[in-house]
């Protein structure tokens, strides 16, 4: 059996500044999380199967404005994680085009903690 490390996991970051609802809060992740795994599908199709044979693992965590989310977009990506920056519509709380949320992974659950273990959940 793999170490927990080893394990597959998903990391849904949501922008703390823009104060969303809970059901907002919750689509928005949704959104992250169906994006990043279609697109780890075609690309890491071995890992999303763990993945999902392992419970699909997520976590959902805060940073506090836009710039501290698009550095950490920019640092998982250099290290080669599938990335998706959820844009809204707006058609509800937040202005069209707005980047609410970024989902990462999934990925190596050691990859994907060291960039955001210092996080503090949503």
């Known amino acids: 059996m793999a170490s927990t490390a080893d394990e597959p996991t998903m990391a849904l970051i949501v922008r703390h500044d823009l104060r969303l609802s809970t059901g907002k809060i919750a689509v928005q ?13 075609k690309s890491h199709t071995r890992l999303v ?5 392992s419970g699909a693992r ?3 965590l805060k940073v506090e404005d836009l710039q501290a989310l698009q550095r950490l977009a920019g640092q998982a990506q250099s290290a080669g994680l599938v990335t998706h920056l ?3 519509a707006g058609h509800t709380e937040v202005e069209p085009g707005t980047i609410t ?5 999934p990925g190596p659950r050691r990859s994907i903690d060291a960039l ?4 503090k959940p949503y």
């Open 58 to 60: 997520k976590i959902c």
């Open 116 to 119: 955001v273990g210092e996080l």
């Open 29 to 41: 992740c949704a959104h992250a999380a169906v994006s990043c795994t279609l697109g780890a599908r």
């Open 49 to 53: 199967e763990r993945w999902r044979q």
């Open 101 to 105: 949320v970024l989902g990462i992974g």
């Open 86 to 88: 959820v844009k809204d």
